[in-house]
């Protein structure tokens, strides 16, 4: 089992940025790839970010590439999301999500954060 607890959301001007954390409890974090996604009101779920169990291969998709950066530290249990040069479009609640590289890819998961709410003003 893994439990995940998303951190560091909050009100931004656009153009600002913000870091997200997502806290890992168990002890096969880091046999797992993580990944963000995002949701915004009436919206579907939105892939935003992966990464593999070593850390390597970082994936972001076209909507926030040269923006979001993922990254890991598998001694604290951790996934980040470095989210930079922020849009109002940015604005959802961001959930971490722990499964397989490709899973997350594709938009599922073994297990989901509760999310936390970025919301980015004009």
């Known amino acids: 089992q893994v439990q995940l607890v998303e951190s560091g959301g909050g009100l931004v001007q656009a153009g600002g940025s913000l870091r997200l954390s997502c806290a890992a409890s168990?002890?096969?974090?880091?046999?797992?790839?993580m990944g963000w996604f995002r949701q915004a009101p009436g919206k579907e779920r939105e892939f935003v970010a992966a990464i593999t169990w070593s850390g390597g291969n970082p994936y972001e998709p076209d909507s926030v590439k040269g923006r979001f950066t993922i990254s890991r530290d598998n001694a604290k249990n951790t996934v980040y999301l470095q989210m930079n040069s922020l849009k109002p479009e940015d604005t959802a609640v961001y959930y971490c999500a722990a499964g397989s590289i490709f899973g997350l890819r594709i938009g599922g998961a073994d297990y989901w954060g509760q999310g936390t709410q970025v919301t980015v003003s004009s």
């Open positions: 168990g002890r096969t974090f880091s046999s797992y790839a």
